[in-house]
């Protein structure tokens, strides 16, 4: 199965290379592809922030994985996005900082995402899958259904709302608004954000004057109390806000990106319909690696050093396009196919790699298999004829809409 697009569009140049490049979202396998085949590491001449240009990117598998196992010489302390917004204004911690600080605070946070407790987890995720199902299907009942609107991205904040900080879904209707906000129109950012960093900070303040220290609020709260670590309430704020939304827009296009796929597809639908655990869970992957929903990430180098033969320089900045990565023939044979049973699929880099592999990725894994198995249980499960779905330019890759038909 291949997604790559057939066009006559002409290949980008790697010096005009950028992640949000309407000819790259427009194209993108093609072109992402074309400039790893061509350019494994290179420098691309635009924006990297709203002031700053010249970056170097790394495409190839092997250099990506090493750039993100290597903190002390690609650092994230200076910023982590594909396009840096201004830190000054939001931090995004613990991602965007090095050890030790970023060593203590995932130590606190970890107990959320060990396995055990993603296991515990498990009931609610299928509860509020079942809860989804089932709403689509009632509007499907007379024509078609946007499950991307109704279900991919609904999951992921009601698991974390509901699960991770105790919340009820019929009390947070306005956050999630504000994600579809910052979704569908992030220009208006700066007209939703404040509301919900000043939630952050009053949840946080109700969980110190409760003394409770029993969901991950409460710990963030405590974050500085005597655990050696230094933290003001700003960036306990930015703690709490980042795994809000750390697990928000990534999830939800990988969800979005995995359901596309099923309804294009009725014989994938009846393989994983069939699937034991040990093949769902490679398929997982598989849709992981293969969709990319994170495609890069920013780093800034800390030393001179050269890297796939490009001499990088002490605060340079550096793009890993982990989306190239994971389709590089010589880590992945035939690479642009969705093989469910392929041997080596866990080792792609959809959660980046190295210390700051992304805390959720337990999660988002078992988000996506529920939804897996529940759309492959349907019988029906169809994309509406003719339609070709739109990809936003973001940070998170993901088709924007999937009208489907839906039936038990």
């Not at 990117?57 to 010489?73: M, P, S, V």
């Not at 970890?110 to 709403?135: H, K, Y």
């Not at 299907?137 to 078609?144: E, K, M, P, S």
């Not at 196919?337 to 699929?345: P, Y």
Request: glycine share 6%; proline share 6%; hydrophobic share 45%.
């Amino acid at each position: 199965m291949s997604t790559s697009a057939e066009t006559e569009q002409p290949f980008i140049e790697p010096s005009e290379f950028h992640i949000f490049d309407p000819r790259v979202v427009e194209d993108f396998w093609r072109q992402v592809n074309h400039l790893r085949n061509t350019c494994p590491v290179g420098w691309s001449d635009q924006l990297w922030s709203d002031y700053d240009s010249g970056y170097w990117f790394i495409n190839d598998f092997a250099n990506a994985q090493k750039a993100g196992a290597n903190w002390r010489l690609f650092s994230s302390a200076n910023g982590a996005a594909p396009v840096q917004f201004d830190l000054d204004i939001m931090r995004m911690i613990p991602l965007e900082t090095d050890p030790p600080m970023h060593r203590d605070i995932r130590k606190a946070l970890n107990p959320f995402f060990t396995q055990e407790a993603m296991s515990a987890q498990e009931p609610r995720v299928a509860e509020i899958v079942e809860r989804l199902m089932e709403r689509c299907l009632a509007q499907a009942a007379d024509g078609t259904v946007d499950f991307i609107a109704e279900f991919t991205r609904r999951l992921p904040p009601l698991v974390f709302f509901e699960g991770f900080l105790g919340q009820k879904e019929e009390d947070i209707d306005w956050i999630l608004e504000v994600l579809e906000v910052l979704l569908a129109a992030p220009e208006r950012a700066l007209e939703v954000v404040p509301r919900l960093l000043f939630w952050d900070a009053e949840l946080l303040e109700s969980r110190r004057a409760e003394g409770r220290r029993d969901d991950m609020a409460g710990i963030i709260a405590h974050l500085g109390d005597a655990d050696g670590l230094e933290l003001d309430e700003r960036e306990r704020v930015e703690t709490l806000n980042l795994m809000m939304m750390a697990g928000m827009e990534t999830t939800m296009g990988g969800l979005a990106s995995v359901a596309y796929v099923l309804a294009e597809s009725p014989d994938a639908r009846k393989l994983l319909r069939d699937a034991d655990d040990e093949l769902l869970d490679s398929a997982v992957d598989e849709f992981l690696r293969h969709a990319s929903p994170v495609t890069g990430a920013g780093r800034t180098m800390t030393e001179d050093a050269e890297v796939g033969g490009c001499p990088m320089k002490a605060g340079d900045r550096v793009l890993i396009n982990w989306a190239a990565a994971n389709h590089d023939p010589a880590q992945f044979e035939n690479p642009d196919e969705l093989i469910f049973d392929r041997e080596n699929a866990a080792s792609h880099v959809a959660f980046g790699a190295g210390i700051h592999r992304c805390l959720g990725n337990h999660l988002a894994r078992r988000e996506v298999k529920a939804m897996i198995r529940a759309v492959c249980n349907l019988s029906t499960f169809d994309m509406e004829p003719g339609f070709t779905p739109s990809f936003r330019a973001s940070m998170a890759r993901g088709p924007l809409s999937l009208p489907v038909r839906m039936a038990r």
